[in-house]
């Protein structure tokens, strides 16, 4: 297992914004897609506890991870996995790793009805701008497609000054956006009613 505190910046564009980041900064970048599969009981515990549980597909590689808040960011508890998942498939808890089943706990998630409930595939472009790394994605989810730029970085206010440094040569204002997990489920209300 691994644990670590993500902090970053994330601003929504739009396609044009995106194609000018992508031709500014990400020219010798190689992109690659990944798949996040989003899991929650049916009735959204963990959404409404600002908790996401994933399992990530990139590459041959599989990894189930838990995000939490955090008093700056999120706490990540990330784990291999072996689980393949398929749309409404639930999750054995026995395929659980244990920190994830103790985190849900602590929120009364009924861990026998863990079920996935839906995808979104990004394709990622990444480059490291000084000790930070700058990503631009190209998501596609419930028939959307959003473009986001995302600033991972180690120090919370030298970090925010020189994202916000980046968006200023495009003139873009900084609004921070929901993460993917909360706009894949709200679009996924939206479909359901």
Not at 53 to 66: A, F, H, N, V, Y
């Amino acid at each position: 297992m691994a644990t670590n505190n993500e902090i970053e910046f994330k601003q929504l564009l739009s396609e044009t914004q995106y194609t000018q980041l992508k031709e500014a900064y990400f020219q010798q970048a190689t992109p690659f897609t990944q798949t996040n599969y989003y899991i929650d009981t049916p009735d959204f515990v963990l959404k409404e506890h600002l908790f996401a549980l994933r399992i990530r597909e990139k590459d041959d590689s599989l990894e189930m991870t838990l995000k939490v808040p955090a008093e700056v960011g999120l706490l990540e508890h990330n784990f291999e996995t072996t689980i393949r998942p398929k749309m409404n498939d639930v999750l054995d808890p026995n395929d659980v790793p244990q920190d994830i089943i103790d985190e849900l706990k602590s929120i009364d998630a009924d861990i026998e009805r863990l079920t996935v409930l839906g995808s979104l595939t990004t394709q990622r472009m990444e480059v490291p701008l000084d000790e930070n790394l700058l990503v631009l994605d190209r998501s596609e989810y419930l028939d959307m497609t959003d473009y986001e730029l995302e600033f991972e970085v180690e120090n919370h206010d030298k970090g925010r000054k020189e994202f916000e440094r980046i968006l200023n040569q495009f003139n873009i204002d900084y609004h921070e956006p929901d993460n993917k997990v909360k706009r894949f489920f709200d679009r996924k209300s939206e479909l359901l009613n």
